[in-house]
């Protein structure tokens, strides 16, 4: 039934969140038609959760060790908006992209369906 999931992200730097994703994340690609680019994700979870606001949604990069990646993203020249954050269900802080956007990143501590 289901495939995959695409997601878009729209940015006012898309050429340089497209070299983010490419050269420093180190995300395969194809040519999706006059240079477009499309990347390969890791497998993905989707979580719902309630809310009483505006309903919003978030992507969160997932990874094994959220320091060492951290060390090794600021090597290539990407930054944080603060320290690592324990929140119980996983260790948290947020990247800030080429131009200022940001993405979470975080090492989940919660069962995941893909292990």
Known sequence: MITGI??????????EVQKFLGEVLELRSVDAGEGWPIFAAPPAEIGVHATDGEPEHEIYLMCDDVNAT?????SRGIQTDGPVADRGWGLVTT???????????????HPSPLS
Do not use: D, T
């Open 70 to 74: 951290v060390e090794k993203l600021a």
């Open 6 to 15: 695409h997601v878009i992200l729209f940015s006012r730097h898309a050429e």
């Open 95 to 109: 990247l800030i992209l080429p131009g200022g956007e940001r993405m979470g990143l975080y090492e989940p501590r």
